[in-house]
């Protein structure tokens, strides 16, 4: 394998800092694989699954203190702090390199260093960024070989000048007081120290494919962002594709991988996987959109998944994958709350634990077998649905943007944007209930612009000046939706079935993208006309549909104070045309 002198001469010095026993360059071969999947076996870090039932899986136990991605952890390490933005967690590079510089020190010992050259995107593709990680976890370099290209490949078309994003991590001692994730976009560099968590350490996926990448997107004028890429082909071989921002846990894997409704069977869509947690965005020569998801495995949330939610994500999760933080049954095979079997009479839970059903802790609040941030990560092409253009280096042409939350409250099931800076701003207003994805208290609503509120690697009044300018650069822009999956009854209660029945909404708002359907203005945007979105073999209790599309003005002006308030956190930084916008909605409420 090929060592230019610049990639050596930085892992040397990171060497010098960590003192790895030794260092592994990662060809990203399968003998490798075996090799580094039996040595992990044997130390205890990955437990081999029942071969004969789940090939290739296996399963990881991270810390119990290190289940998630620790957003008050993380850090955006620019010169001025304003560049950060009031949204992030700000140092300053020289304050962060001497923190961070005293945790690795010596940080490797007794250990390997594994070099992990990946990119993100296809090689070759313009849309692509390149990037070596350092990691002591042979946990996280299996895991970068299904999330990204990896490999000797990469090292090759990096070539001898090649740039790329400097990615080191370190388990170190596992401590939640001597964790940080740090970002330095200047330096183009990623520092992550003391967790073996997911997004905190697979520093491709949200480190470089959103918070450093939305840094170059606005330099180079494209986009980077939290969505899944979705296809929609109708009998007569037209694809139609949207892109949807949802915030983490809030429904992007599945609606990703959707699968029709019986009701709509009989007009025979298809449907594509192209992305599920993130994707990168820019205009082409013809005017359009054009959206690639850089990465090529999927990191789901497993509790939830069965056969009638998701039988798509079920049959890619059969082989091939890495399970973490579920439950152990004896017989080598794995359970999570929601899955189709009824409860083990007995397993380990995620903390490796004797576990039965009904099983309550101390305070008599029932122990959970599988963590609720418990993650697979398993190949791309192992789904059925995947998009046979996952490879194309250009992408494929998006046709709707659609911002989600989880609000129990207040956002109808779907409405759309009056234009596109209308969009930006309802993208940057929105809100959702927090979910376990991140360290934090459950279900408190927040402000999530873009689903971006945790990966937006700059101030964010700049990105939303971005997306004012992005489409302006646009001949043919999207247009933009709002949906809201998660609206409940006075029981708390959802009041629309989601998952496959999706598609009822999206196939509105694609007719709306084509010019094929009427909708209703209101202040908010415009809404349906309940006999546009077609229901059939899909019978709701009377009223729900009502209750589903309520716009209640009472609560959206004071949804409008809310949003001021956030927006005055920016202060001078916010674009004119986000406060012009948020007086139109207030003027649009008060009107007659
Ligand atoms: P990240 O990987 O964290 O970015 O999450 P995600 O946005 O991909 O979310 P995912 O699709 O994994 O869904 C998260 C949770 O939401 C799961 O427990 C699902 O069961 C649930 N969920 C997804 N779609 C729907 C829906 O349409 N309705 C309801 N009620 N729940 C849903
Ligand atoms: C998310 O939290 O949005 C995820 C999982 O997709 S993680 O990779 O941990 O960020
Ligand atoms: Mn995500």
Redesign the pocket.
């Known amino acids: 394998m090929i060592k230019y002198a610049h990639v050596q001469e930085w892992v040397d010095s990171m060497a010098t800092m960590c003192q790895p026993d030794s260092i592994h360059w990662c060809d990203g071969s399968d003998e490798e694989r075996q090799r580094l999947t039996a040595q992990a076996v044997k130390t205890g870090e990955i437990i081999a699954l029942n071969q004969e039932k789940l090939p290739g899986c296996y399963f990881h136990r991270t810390a119990a203190n290190d289940v998630a991605r620790t957003e008050h952890l993380t850090y955006i390490c620019t010169s001025f702090q304003g560049d950060a933005g009031p949204t992030n967690n700000w140092m300053s590079p020289r304050e962060a390199y001497r923190k961070a510089r005293d945790i690795f020190t010596g940080a490797m010992k007794g250990r390997t260093m594994y070099v992990v050259p990946f990119a993100m995107g296809p090689i070759g593709s313009p849309f692509s960024k390149i990037g070596v990680e350092l990691t002591d976890s042979i946990y996280v370099v299996l895991n970068m070989r299904i999330m990204a290209r990896m490999g000797s490949e990469v090292m090759d078309a990096l070539g001898p000048q090649g740039e790329f994003t400097r990615c080191l991590h370190s388990k170190a001692d596992l401590d939640v007081n001597r964790r940080l994730i740090l970002h330095f976009p200047e330096d183009n560099a990623i520092w992550s120290v003391g967790s073996g968590y997911g997004g905190n350490v697979l520093l491709g996926k949200k480190c470089l494919a959103l918070r450093i990448a939305s840094v170059l997107a606005q330099r180079e004028k494209w986009l980077a962002e ?1 969505m ?1 890429i979705l296809g929609i082909e109708e009998p007569n071989g037209h694809i139609q594709y949207v892109a949807a921002a ?11 991988m959707l699968l029709p409704p019986e009701g709509l069977k009989q007009k025979g869509y298809r449907i594509w996987t192209v992305g ?2 993130i994707a990168w965005m820019k205009v082409d020569t013809d005017g359009r959109l054009w959206a690639l998801n850089p990465e090529m495995g999927f ?3 497993v ?3 069965n056969m009638r ?2 039988s798509v994500a079920m049959a890619t999760i059969n082989r091939d994958t890495i399970y973490t933080n579920v439950a152990l049954n004896p017989d080598g095979t794995v359970w999570w709350e ?1 899955h189709d079997d009824p409860p083990p009479s007995e397993a380990l839970d995620w903390q490796g634990r004797p576990w039965k059903p009904g099983l309550k802790d101390k305070d008599g609040n029932a122990v959970l077998a599988a963590h609720p ?1 418990s ?1 697979f990560t398993a190949p791309f092409t192992n789904c059925p649905t995947h998009s046979f253009r996952y490879n194309q280096h250009h992408g494929v042409a998006i046709d709707a943007i659609i911002f989600g939350g989880r609000r129990a409250t207040l956002a109808p099931l779907v409405y759309q944007a009056l234009d596109w800076n209308h969009g930006v701003f309802l993208g940057a207003s929105m809100a959702s209930e927090r ?1 376990a ?1 991140q360290f934090g208290a459950l279900g408190e609503v927040r402000r999530d612009p873009m689903a971006m509120l945790p990966f937006c690697g700059y101030n964010m009044a700049d990105y939303f000046g971005h997306w004012l300018d992005m489409g302006s650069r646009i001949k043919f822009q999207p247009k933009i939706f709002h949906v809201n ?2 609206r409940t009854d006075e029981n708390g209660k ?1 009041l ?4 496959g ?2 598609l009822r909404i999206v196939e509105w708002i694609l007719a709306r993208c084509r010019g094929e359907v009427q909708a209703v203005e209101t202040p908010i945007g415009y809404v349906p006309d309940p006999k546009d979105i077609d229901m059939t073999g899909l019978t709701m209790p009377n009223g729900s549909m009502d209750k589903l599309f309520a716009i209640a003005r009472k609560d959206w002006l004071a949804e409008v104070d809310a949003v001021g308030q956030f927006f005055d956190g920016f202060g001078t930084r916010m674009p004119d045309e986000m406060w012009r916008q948020h007086e139109l909605l207030r003027t649009r409420l008060l009107a007659k």
Request: charged share 15%; hydrophobic share 35%.
């Open positions: 939290h899944l949802f915030p983490s846990a809030c429904g992007k894997t599945n609606l990703a599920d947690d990191f789901g949330v509790p939830g998944t939610s998701n929601g941030n993650r979910t994805a999956w998660f959802f629309w079935p989601g998952f029945e999706n």
